[in-house]
């Protein structure tokens, strides 16, 4: 879920930079969640009280997360190195997305695993030193 969060609140219209793999399914996931969620929950609840506006709001919800799921695709596309409009073609897109990210920076930005990695083995040289 911190995924999810992380491309809303941190990189809504970001099209910048990379995202790794990790970030992209995750995001993916929950959003398929939400939206499958919201319409059979919504779908049951405007059923029952007859007001089939209620489905309305999972439309909301689509579109105002568009932005956050083309940003992150951009930046997926730019982790294997290509550019952001390679999304627009379906069956190579997805062959991007499930490919790992170029190791080391390239002409999009700095690796999000490598600044991942340094977290993790400072943290561990902190607990060492203690």
Do not use: C
């Amino acid at each position: 879920m911190k995924w999810f969060l992380k491309v809303i609140k941190d990189n809504y219209a970001n099209f910048e930079g990379r995202a790794r793999r990790k970030e992209y399914w995750m995001f993916a996931l929950f959003h398929l969640i939400f939206v499958y969620g919201g319409l059979i929950l919504l779908g049951l609840v405007a059923y029952a009280v007859d007001a089939p506006a209620l489905i309305a709001i999972i439309y909301i919800y689509i579109f105002a997360t568009l932005v956050p799921a083309i940003a992150v695709n951009t930046r997926r596309m730019h982790d294997v190195g290509k550019s952001g409009w390679y999304q627009l073609i379906p069956l190579y897109s997805f062959i991007l997305a499930v490919t790992e990210g170029d190791r080391g920076p390239n002409q999009y930005g700095e690796d999000p695993k490598a600044n991942e990695n340094n977290n993790i083995n400072s943290n561990e040289n902190i607990s060492k030193i203690e």
